[in-house]
């Protein structure tokens, strides 16, 4: 069964320094990846995926992820955090099994930017 | 475009009592999901709907859980009796088919279900 882990229930980090929230994936066949963020009493919002390529991909609001086959992991990241981008992260697998698309999330990771 | 609508936002019922969620999916997505998020946890798939038929409802508790989609549009999440470990948010979600099997889901802002 497919599935990802999120090691972190919390990431602290300054406003201005590099941040990185991990995820690492189990997967038969080729993984295909996302990085949902969901802000207080909101939705899941979309920020990027992986499907096949470029290791580094890019998403929205200045957010990438590395794609590392090796260490199955799946990190999201971010060059200079801003105190607005304090959310829910989670990663998400997708799942073919019984023939239909759906996604399967980790537990999420609170991310706390400090001004 | 209009994003997944969902109502209501926010639900406060007695254990055994029923309520039901209704979501309206973004226009032309022919694929509708239903997730149960648990305070601390990540939302778990409950039903998925290809148009108005259930392509996957393993997760889901039918024996108080139901959910329809009878015009492939629309649809609602019934739970009947709830019991206290119902409380979470019901997020529903949706995607074009044309996105493939690489196509992101689309949320809606969910709807939170306290059970006393």
């Known amino acids: 069964a497919q599935s990802v882990a999120q090691p972190e229930d919390q990431v602290n980090v300054a406003e201005g320094n590099p941040l990185t929230v991990k995820c690492t994936y189990s997967?038969?066949?080729?993984?295909?990846l996302f990085w949902y963020v969901q802000y207080p009493n909101r939705g899941l919002q979309f920020l990027l995926k992986?499907?096949?390529?470029?290791?580094l991909v890019k998403g929205s609001y200045g957010f990438e992820a590395e794609f590392n086959k090796s260490q199955t992991s799946f990190h999201l990241k971010k060059p200079s955090a801003l105190v607005s981008d304090s959310a829910l992260y989670f990663c998400?697998?997708?799942?073919?099994?019984?023939?239909?698309?759906?996604?399967?999330f980790g537990a999420g990771t609170r991310l706390a930017v400090h001004p | 475009e209009a994003g997944v609508a969902q109502s209501p936002r926010y639900k406060i019922i007695e254990k055994r009592q029923s309520v039901a969620f209704w979501c309206n999916p973004i226009?032309?997505?022919?694929?509708l999901y239903w997730y149960q998020q648990i305070l601390g946890q990540g939302p778990k798939l409950l039903i998925q709907f290809q148009n108005n038929g259930v392509v996957d409802d393993s997760q889901l508790p039918k024996d108080r859980f139901s959910a329809e989609r009878l015009k492939g549009v629309d649809s609602t999440l019934k739970i009947q009796p709830a019991k206290l470990e119902d409380s979470a948010v019901y997020l529903c979600?949706?995607?074009?088919?044309?996105?493939?099997?690489?196509?992101?889901?689309?949320f809606g802002e969910g709807s939170r279900l306290t059970v006393l």
């Open positions: 997967v038969s066949g080729n993984p295909y």
């Open positions: 979600a949706s995607r074009h088919i044309a996105g493939g099997s690489t196509g992101e889901l689309f």
């Open positions: 998400a697998v997708r799942d073919m099994s019984g023939g239909y698309n759906k996604l399967i």
């Open positions: 226009s032309g997505h022919a694929t």
């Open positions: 992986y499907i096949t390529g470029d290791n």
